[in-house]
C-alpha cells in the first residue's frame, strides 16, 4: 500500500506555527510560516512568508515568497517577486524582481527583470539576465559562470568562460576565457583574458 501524499492547501489566510514537513504545499491567498518548510513541492498564488529555511524539490510562485533564512531546491519558478538570504538549486527561473542578501549558487540562472535585483554573489554553469524596462537594473558584487549573458546588470567584477555584455550594464572588472563580447551601450572599466 502506498501511503496518502501529505498535502498542505491554503485558500485564503492562514498561519503555521513551528516546522511544516509535508509532501505538498498549496497556497493560493496568504499563507505565513513561523519554522522551516521541508516538502516536495510549493506553489502559491498569492503569497508565502516564511521565517526559517525552505527544502523541497520545486518552487512556483506567481505573486511573493519571503524567506527569512535559506532556500534549497532543485528547480525554481517565480513570477512576481522573491526575498531570501540564499538560494541553491539546479535552475532558478525568476521573472520580476528579487533581493538575495547573501549567494545565489545554481547551474541555470535565468532571470527577466520586471523589477530591480540586488545579490551579493550568482556562481553556476549558466548566467542570463534580460531586462523589459531600462530603470530596472540587477546590482551584483560578483557573478561567475561558464556562460554569462547579461543587461541592466551593475556588477564588481564578473568571471567566465564565454560573456557576454548587454546594453546597460556597468562592470567594473571582467576576466574571461574564450570569449568577451561588450555592448557599446555598456560600460567596462577593466577587461582581461585569462592566461
Not at 529555511?53 to 527569512?68: A, F, P
Not at 535585483?117 to 549558466?126: K, L
Request: proline share 1%.
Amino acid at each position: 500500500m502506498s501511503e496518502e501524499k501529505r498535502i498542505v492547501r491554503v485558500s485564503g489566510m492562514s498561519k503555521s506555527s513551528g516546522n511544516l514537513e509535508c509532501d505538498e504545499v498549496k497556497v493560493e491567498g496568504m499563507f505565513r510560516v513561523s519554522g522551516d518548510i521541508k516538502a516536495s513541492d510549493l506553489t502559491c498564488e498569492g503569497m508565502v512568508r516564511i521565517a526559517g529555511d525552505v527544502n523541497v524539490e520545486s518552487i512556483d510562485v506567481e505573486g511573493m515568497i519571503k524567506v527569512g533564512g535559506d532556500i534549497n531546491v532543485k528547480s525554481m519558478d517565480i513570477d512576481g517577486l522573491i526575498k531570501a538570504r540564499s538560494i541553491s538549486g539546479e535552475k532558478i527561473d525568476i521573472s520580476g524582481g528579487f533581493n538575495v542578501k547573501e549567494n545565489i549558487n545554481c547551474d541555470t540562472f535565468i532571470m527577466e527583470l520586471c523589477g530591480n535585483g540586488s545579490v551579493t554573489n550568482i556562481e553556476g554553469s549558466s548566467v542570463e539576465v534580460t531586462t523589459r524596462r531600462k530603470r530596472h537594473h540587477l546590482k551584483a558584487n560578483t557573478i561567475s559562470a561558464d556562460e554569462i549573458n547579461i543587461e541592466n546588470v551593475k556588477c564588481h567584477t564578473i568571471s567566465g568562460d564565454k560573456v557576454k555584455i548587454g546594453v546597460g550594464c556597468k562592470v567594473d572588472n571582467i576576466t574571461y576565457i574564450t570569449s568577451l563580447d561588450i555592448d557599446p551601450n555598456a560600460t567596462v572599466k577593466k577587461s582581461q583574458k585569462a592566461v
